[in-house]
Nanobody, 123 residues
Framework: QVQLVESGGGLVQAGGSLRLSCTAS????????MGWFRQPPGKEREFVAA??????YYADSAKGRFTISRDNAKNTVYLQMNSLKPADTAVYYC??????????????????WGQGTQVTVSS
């Protein structure tokens, strides 16, 4: 089992930046595909970005603005968010997918989830 803990959320003005971190408790972090999802108020959880061993994949809404990366030595995955928009306001969750290092974009494909961190972007 792996426990995921997100951090780095907060309040930022439109156009600003935030860097989210997700640290895993397990010792096999490098074997997991990691993903970031978000859930805007009143909406369903949606895919943001994912990273396998190296390849990355982004939702259209994130391309060019967000960057996902991982540091296996620190058991941590990051989401650098630039040029934030009010539409980015959501609870952001990190997730881990076991069994493969191929990026996945569906909620059902992930096995472990963090508690989430709130990101609020003001206009």
């Amino acid at each position: 089992q792996v426990q995921l803990v997100e951090s780095g959320g907060g309040l930022v003005q439109a156009g600003g930046s935030l860097r989210l971190s997700c640290t895993a408790s397990g010792r096999t972090f490098s074997r997991y595909t990691m993903g970031w999802f978000r859930q805007p108020p009143g909406k369903e959880r949606e895919f943001v970005a994912a990273i396998g061993w190296s390849p990355t994949y982004y939702a259209d809404s994130a391309k060019g603005r967000f960057t996902i990366s991982r540091d296996n030595a620190k058991n941590t995955v990051y989401l650098q968010m630039n040029s934030l928009k009010p539409a980015d306001t959501a609870v952001y969750y990190c997730a881990a997918r076991s069994g493969t290092l191929v990026p996945a974009t569906q909620t059902r494909e992930y096995d472990y989830w963090g508690q989430g961190t709130q990101v609020t972007v003001s206009s």
